[in-house]
């Protein structure tokens, strides 16, 4: 940490902070500038409680130096994490992976379509939520554990794997008993009570970046996670609030590229939720690639103009097959490969 | 809703969108301008589904009417929503409260000694948590059903009646039993899980807005408490995120006259978290106060620099008794009481 | 200036970057952690460039600790600056002043009506565009040096003082020759050439903060103002963008306060740009006055329905009335007067 | 328009309002739903004015229908603008431009040896800064006229095609004489003085888009420069603020195919501006070209570390000369030809 001292704060301010320094634990560097003097603080305790410096007398500022997440660093862990889901490697120079499938389980007919629609075109798991976190309460909820058992269906029909959400602690075990990935939407990116339990299960755990939140706090939500012992975290960009009115979230692709320099963690993308427009899922797509992403979220209805949500977002799966072969060649460019 | 059809859409288009208006139930009225159609969509169905006709083909817009929330809506209800806590009357055009205390109960010592400072000074609340949503998993996670019982016991001391925050559905029970008052905190206001539970709940819920939630959204997360029963819920401005690295956030004065419009149920401000920076709690404590709050929680701490956390935004009972005797004159300009 | 080095820096990368420092014209003064090694740069050079050694081998950031303005800074001058225009006051402990009129100068019967009326609820300032900055450029762009002319005959008849926004260079003459006060609006905020124009005149300066600007870069366009011998500059908060859609802009009170500590400058706020919505205007400025503001500045006119443009944020001369004999108590509790 | 009247809107203030409506030059279209009513409004009428209906009685929202921007517009013009700069074609479905240069011309020497650099790697222009807007007063404001013969000597040197930044109306006869392309910088993008000077040059504009102007202000102001009859305008993205802090902007990529379906107009994309960090440049120059952009504008120096500006974010010329071969295979894969 770096204390940054008043213009003018007297000797026996800078005394007393130097002292309170030392009295939590940590070694105290002076550095007498031209304006004002700056105390480096030097130690292994939490940097945390040294923020609170601020509120001494003649303290300005109070700038940490480390970042806050340990586990999660690419600097405590140089080679890239690979998840593994069966067969399908998520993470790492050439593995890419596609996800796919409706946003809501609506019916068993319309989920086990879906599913073969995109399994036929190169999908590798299957996205369907069976609890759905809405923004109104008087819109589709979800089916739950019927919807969970539709997926398991599903999967056992076409061999995909599933991804689904876990929106609070009491469904941990009924997700985890038919996921194959469990997913941590947006919203409950700092739920931390639903963290710790995933941190404590042995599935590999898809987490959503918030709407609104920084890189490091993506990062400090997974270190939740894998501070619990779970190392298999896949980290998800899908979009910020940004004033931007033309799309309903503002897809942040520059995370891919700098949570490659800050973590060891797979990035894949959600260019449906990122968007929240269907005509802008196939070139964010490729660019999304084309930027390092791990691999992709689409969301696939059959009938977008009926489907229960997330009906703007989602591609018919004639538009998914285009989308597929479409991806191919950025694929190449950026030698990744679908396996 | 209105239905905006592109420049050029066809009269195929046109009538195959209208029919599939009447399909899912609405009258449909066309209007033919100059340069576009537009088809008005009339009906008392759930209106979110007709925003996926944004994906049949002719289409350029969707455009809801109507606001999404209902019990909450100003328009339903034209008085004033007066939660009561005890003697303590919480909205309505002349009560003020004010909810003062540590931001964590850390120590019997430390909260009975916060307790007895801000009782002194005219809080009628203790806030303080006991479950800690912190953004590092290193950092202090609250002293959880033992903080629960040291609130009770300040409680009993000071006659003080409590708020204190629930973060996970397990935990319902337990705060329940020692709150006056259940916080849902800004990073769960869209718990959905978490407000359905609330909302079958005998107790009074304060309810803080997202930090990037827009006052729909709140509206829309209190009518996930209101449609279950529970119609004591308070609104709580916290600061949202912007660009600005001045403040931790944004604290967002326009909500408290805007929400007074589009709902009857009080709103309170917190300063403390709403700006990061103790230097700015008291003015702003004042404009919150002008502009019509309802409220004010604030952040108290006898040792700010040594808090376990948000010691940068915690006032000394020193200070607060300060803050209590500044706002005065503003209260009386406001009409407003601390009763 | 603070250089941290990357975790396993090696001792020559730390070498070089302190070599480059001392070449630049700095002392270095490196403290040694226990993960990573940080070097203070101290010097009273332009630290502007020092922030280029990211680029170097082993370099992770570079924090500047001091704030780039100077002349702006309260640490420079503690007294606060109060503009002079006629017998107006504008910053200071106890003046308030209040600045009312149209939007834009349409004709001279609308101008003089709205003068009449403003002046006759005790507003000091006659505000009024005769150059306006439009979106569209179809829009009302103003009627220029006629409607220069028509705000000094409003000026002859009410004896009220003229605010009235430059836009270009190139009329910088003309509006001098009208004007009491000239506006740089937001959107000019950073116009630099503008504002060295504005420097080297002999009038108040109203600066506009730009609505996404951070107050650093406010004071540093002021800055440039004071910098070339103009130190009549008057701050202007007017709403900052946001994801927020309930209203045009977010009016951030924080910045009042926030900017008292920065800099000794006036600031006053414009609620009718601020908000976009007339029924926020009384709200949020009385919750203004009570945040610390030296003055307001606010949109009149006679008929708003058919206002060329800014209507929807524009009261008629009753509402103002209401508005001026509203704020009253709060001026009295906040110690203001306008004289 | 769409007008939607308030819930419980009298009979008379729904009259009123249409005549109003009609008083403006439109038909009304009354829809009577079952909440409320809804007047749609039909004309060719200028609508911005239709927006101060707001203010009247009964009025609860107003909601445009047709986009402001006319020649700009998509639907207008269905065929992609190509704006030919000598022998180089921006826009279109193959072509692509590569822009690259210092930040700004700080010597003859230095900017002759990048422009060879670059030109060597293939790039068509060369980008630099005689004029350049400084957030700091006391930082290097640029060698004006002089830098522009620098400019013009490394264009007969190399054959690059020089584009540099206009700031001021005062000096468009200058930058016109020596530019190839003049550059309407981020901060001067509602600079409408300055638009209107440049839209009766005859001369290709790069107008980059403001940190926080939506995609819809962006083509205002393209539609200021249109409509005096310059058709040669290039938008350029280069990043938006947020609230995220690992990048200084955040590159906007999603702007990229939502212009193209709005507009016929060319967009390339900066992506050393838009991230403000070197290491983020590569990836997000192959994501842009993935996204559909027409170009990329790139920083390069020398010494970027002796940079007077900007040399955070540039790169030099070995590594530009990476990138230029990095990029092929996106190239390759988007269809698109470096000529």
């Known amino acids: 940490m770096i204390i940054v001292m008043k213009k003018g704060a007297s000797k026996k301010e800078i005394e007393k902070v130097s002292k309170h320094i030392e009295k939590l634990g940590y070694q105290t560097h002076p550095i007498v500038g031209v304006e004002r003097t700056v105390i480096g603080a030097v130690g292994d305790k939490d940097k945390e409680r040294l923020k609170a410096l601020i509120t001494m007398a003649g303290v300005e500022n109070v700038m940490p130096v480390l970042q806050p997440y340990k586990i999660a660093s690419r600097s405590v862990k140089k080679h890239d994490t690979v998840v593994q889901v069966g067969k399908i490697k998520i993470g790492g120079k050439k593995n890419f992976a596609?996800?796919?499938?409706?946003?809501?389980?609506?019916?068993?007919?319309?989920?086990?379509?879906?599913?073969?629609?995109?399994?036929?075109?190169?999908?590798?798991?299957?996205?369907?939520?069976?609890?759905?976190?809405?923004?109104?309460?008087?819109?589709?909820?979800?089916?739950?554990?019927?919807?969970?058992?539709?997926?398991?269906?599903?999967?056992?029909?076409?061999?995909?794997?599933?991804?689904?959400?876990?929106?609070?602690?009491?469904?941990?075990?009924?997700?985890?008993?038919?996921?194959?990935?469990?997913?941590?939407?947006?919203?409950?990116?700092?739920?931390?009570?639903?963290?710790?339990?995933?941190?404590?299960?042995?599935?590999?755990?898809?987490?959503?970046?918030?709407?609104?939140?920084?890189?490091?706090?993506?990062?400090?939500?997974?270190?939740?996670?894998?501070?619990?012992?779970?190392?298999?975290?896949?980290?998800?960009?899908?979009?910020?609030?940004?004033?931007?009115?033309?799309?309903?979230?503002?897809?942040?692709?520059?995370?891919?590229?700098a949570l490659k320099q800050m973590t060891h963690l797979p990035v894949i993308v959600d260019p449906s939720h990122g968007t929240g427009r269907k005509d802008l899922i196939l070139p964010m797509a490729k660019a999304a690639i084309a930027a390092g992403a791990d691999g992709l979220m689409i969301e696939v209805h059959t009938h977008p103009e009926e489907a229960y949500s997330d009906g703007p977002q989602s591609l018919t799966p004639k538009e998914f097959a285009h989308l597929m072969n479409e991806i191919k060649p950025f694929l190449q460019a950026a030698g990744k490969e679908i396996i």
Chains 1, 2, 3, 4 share one sequence.
């Open 98 to 257: 596609v996800m796919a499938g409706p946003c809501a389980v609506e019916t068993k007919d319309q989920t086990l379509k879906i599913a073969e629609k995109v399994k036929a075109e190169g999908a590798q798991l299957l996205r369907g939520g069976a609890f759905k976190p809405r923004t109104s309460p008087y819109s589709f909820q979800g089916l739950e554990e019927k919807g969970l058992k539709i997926l398991a269906e599903a999967r056992k029909k076409t061999g995909l794997k599933i991804v689904t959400e876990l929106m609070s602690v009491e469904h941990a075990k009924v997700v985890a008993k038919y996921a194959d990935v469990i997913q941590i939407g947006a919203r409950n990116m700092q739920n931390f009570s639903l963290l710790k339990v995933v941190g404590e299960l042995n599935k590999p755990i898809l987490l959503k970046r918030g709407h609104a939140a920084t890189l490091e706090e993506l990062l400090m939500s997974a270190e939740y996670i894998l501070s619990r012992g779970n190392y298999n975290v896949i980290l998800c960009e899908r979009g910020i609030r940004t004033f931007e009115k033309a799309y309903r979230n503002t897809l942040d692709l520059n995370a891919i590229p």
